[in-house]
């Protein structure tokens, strides 16, 4: 094995052998020819010395020589014409004796030589190093970074941890919504429990006086007929209505006003097919949404009114309805009961949605 040489200030001046007119230097290297790898121990600037099994064939031949300097990182080759020789017989040696010695290699030769003799390159074990370079250490974690760190583990593993309970909660939400909760596909509508004014014929209204007293016209329509046909304020009351203008389009029997009065309450009303009565009966639960994102619990009246093959029922909100909200568009969920897991559920989240718009 080649000695381990390691700086310039420690190693041993380069060994030089007596070859012909040029010294040879003990320089590690690779000798590839016809594509077999020798080992090379010397080296000069007319030959180099190499060791390794060769071919009987090649001795006393010239072949194209790759010479190759292996560095930390990458590698320099050098190709060369040799003549093969053997050094003696048996002995496994060989000395390839450059025969343009001149030739296009002779800068890099020389100068990979030059550095060696002088020490700026180095040998470990098969590989040319830099004279006094050694490995970068690792820099030394202060105690407040192993600190950081492991706040930041903890951190981290908190945060996951948190992740997961909310994957939790939602996969249970999503659960409860598919197997406990029913949408119901149309819209209720606040409306009041006052009376109704319904159109008589079916025409367009020619005027409307939202502000008429008791006895006085309210609204009038004129029929494909020519005739006029008035609708009387019946009570002391407010009417209101939802987009009714003179040049409107009513059809006959459809409701154009609601009349409110101090005594009357703001419900729901929503109208169900069979199908969605049954989930009705069948609820623990009745959600309302608002378009503006509030819910509200509600009640049934046990009364519907009939309207055709569906039902129209009455919703009353836990929470009071106001005259502001009237004919606003309200969303209806059916909920069954589910042994409290759409309240674990949705206290699970909230938490987490609370938590991370905290930090």
Known sequence: MDPVITTKASRAPATLQAGNDHPVVQLPFIALIDGRQFRGHGLSLVAAYVAGLMDPAVLGATRIVRLMFQFDG????????????ETAHGSGEAELIFTQPSGAHLPQLRHI????IAGDLVALGQTIGVAG???????????????????RRVVGGMGLALLSLALVAIAGSLVYQRAFVT???????????????????????????????????????????????????PCDCTAVT?????????????TIMQLVS???????????????????????????????????????????????????IILRPITPLTEGQAGAPVQLRLLRDASGLAVWAENIRDRFLVTFEGA
């Open 262 to 312: 101090a005594s009357d309450q703001w419900v729901v009303a929503a109208t169900l097919d069979p199908q969605m009565l049954f989930a009705l009966a069948g609820a623990d639960r009745i959600l309302l949404t608002y378009p503006d994102g509030q819910t509200s619990d509600a009640t049934a009246d046990p009364q519907p009114l009939f309207q055709g093959a569906a039902q129209t």
């Open 183 to 233: 949408l119901v596909p149309s819209l209720g509508s606040v409306v009041s429990t006052g009376e109704t004014l319904r159109a008589t014929t079916t025409g367009q209204v020619v005027f409307v006086n939202l502000d008429a007293g008791q006895g006085d016209v309210v609204v009038a329509i004129q029929a494909a007929s020519g005739e006029v046909q008035s609708l009387l304020m």
């Open 113 to 116: 030589l030059n550095a060696y």
């Open 242 to 254: 939802q987009g009714l203008r003179e040049g409107s389009t009513v059809l006959i029997g459809e």
């Open 133 to 151: 370079t050694t490995a970068p250490k690792a820099p030394q974690q202060t105690r407040s970074a192993r600190t950081r760190l492991s706040l």
């Open 74 to 85: 990458f590698a320099v080759t050098l190709v060369v014409d040799a003549k093969v020789q």
